[in-house]
């Protein structure tokens, strides 16, 4: 197996869905960074109104992955991966425009919506292009994403000093460029042919009961990305005596751990059984991560400091086996003619924990206190010692991943 290189993959596929991504989650940092901000200082929406729009658009982008999934499996993944990073540049250019509540909602429904979609849809450039281990190629990828997504948070920064309307405008416009730029380097990437109809039931991921549940684990599992940006932050302004700055500096501190070692980290988890293994594992290490944060209330800012850096590393190196698990069982339990539907399917677990993730940990963490981290941390390790019990009942023959093609070849097996 070639060693996926550190920097740069090699001229070719690989490189041109490196650099679409990259110019992708450039716009998406702008928009993380600054997005509530631009809708409650600059369009004057009012906070509850922006977070209701918010999860009705995370609600409502749910199904869409499964849909946009499917369809790259049947007219070709390219096109359709290349069409949903348009409808995400024309829905936040159309921020710009929105002045009230309703063109709000719509905006944002639209914007979520094509990035659940396209998530899902170059599920299947990943596994083509990505050679004989499309989970390492995907683990690199996320790594890309969060040097993006840190330039894009930087510029955001810069936007935000100045404060001004010309200024968030032009953040959302540089947003939805850094869009359209994404959607256009694509035209550099061969085209993948669809992959033939398999006989019986269409939406056959949704008949697959194990990896159903793996979808489950992996949702709740997934709450964890919510700690290091709700409950850490909050925890630390109104629970902790440490400087508010060390927010920023925790953000830092987990990017640049995910940068230099998530391809590391997917290296070592080469089968199902591994990624099992790895769930377990972080499991365990959310639960240490978030004991040390409980135990940052109440002491001195030296002690605070050092409890909180501590544990977002720990939580940093549970976060690499949570999403180096999920790169894999996702896509090795996934047939290969049905890989955007089984991922789009998956992504399920990641949009149930963006829209229900904040409100949970704000009330156990938050507004319960100390007990509340260790509740959380208790889920996260039941969750991780319920994953390899799933995986073993997945990697059993289920009828839905074995149905034979219309065309007559036989399926692919992963």
Not at 290 to 318: E, I, Y
Not at 342 to 353: E, Q, S
Not at 399 to 404: L, S, V
Request: proline content about 6%.
């Amino acid at each position: 197996m070639q060693v996926m290189p550190q920097l740069m993959p090699e001229a070719g596929p690989r490189r041109v869905l490196a650099a679409s991504n990259f110019v992708n989650t450039v716009g998406s940092g702008l928009y993380l960074t600054a997005g509530v901000l631009y809708f409650t200082q600059d369009v004057r929406l009012p906070a509850t109104q922006v977070g209701l729009g918010l999860g009705v658009a995370g609600f409502a982008s749910l199904a869409m992955g499964i849909a946009a999934g499917h369809l790259a499996d049947r007219r070709g993944a390219r096109g359709v991966y290349a069409a949903t990073i348009v409808v995400q540049a024309l829905a936040t250019g159309g921020f710009a425009l929105v002045g009230s509540f309703w063109p709000f909602v719509l905006a944002v429904c639209a914007a979520t919506g094509a990035q659940a979609a396209g998530r899902a849809a170059r599920s299947p450039l990943i596994r083509h292009f990505g050679g004989d281990r499309p989970q390492e190629f995907r683990a690199y990828l996320r790594a890309v994403t969060n040097i993006g997504i840190s330039l894009g948070a930087l510029l955001a920064g810069l936007a935000l000093q100045v404060g001004t309307h010309t200024a968030y405008q032009l953040l959302v416009i540089g947003n939805a460029v850094a869009f359209g730029a994404s959607a256009a380097i694509l035209l550099f990437l061969p085209p993948v042919a669809p992959e033939p109809t398999a006989a019986g039931p269409r939406w056959i991921a949704l008949r697959d009961r194990p990896y159903l549940l793996l979808t489950a684990l992996d949702g709740i599992m997934a709450i964890q990305f919510k700690v290091l940006t709700v409950a850490i932050p909050l925890w630390l302004v109104v629970a902790t005596s440490a400087p508010h700055w060390l927010i920023s500096g925790t953000m830092l501190v987990n990017t640049v751990i995910v940068i230099a070692l998530q391809v590391r980290a997917g290296r070592t988890i080469n089968s199902p059984a591994a990624g099992g293994g790895a769930y377990r594992r972080a499991g365990v290490v959310f639960l240490v991560s978030c004991s040390l944060v409980s135990l940052s209330a109440g002491v001195p800012t030296w002690a605070a400091v050092t409890l909180l850096m501590a544990a977002v590393v720990v939580h940093a190196v549970g976060e690499l086996w949570h999403s180096a698990a999920g790169f894999e069982v996702s896509f090795a339990l996934a047939p290969e003619r049905a890989t955007g539907q089984y991922l789009g399917v998956f992504g399920l677990g990641a949009g149930l924990a963006d829209a229900l993730g904040p409100s949970l940990l704000i009330a156990l963490c938050i507004t319960w206190g100390r007990p509340g981290w260790y509740v959380v941390g208790a889920l996260f390790t039941v969750t991780g010692l319920a994953a390899p019990f799933a995986v073993r009942w997945a990697q059993r023959p289920v009828p839905a991943r074995e149905m034979p093609l219309e065309a007559g070849r036989p399926v692919s097996q992963v």
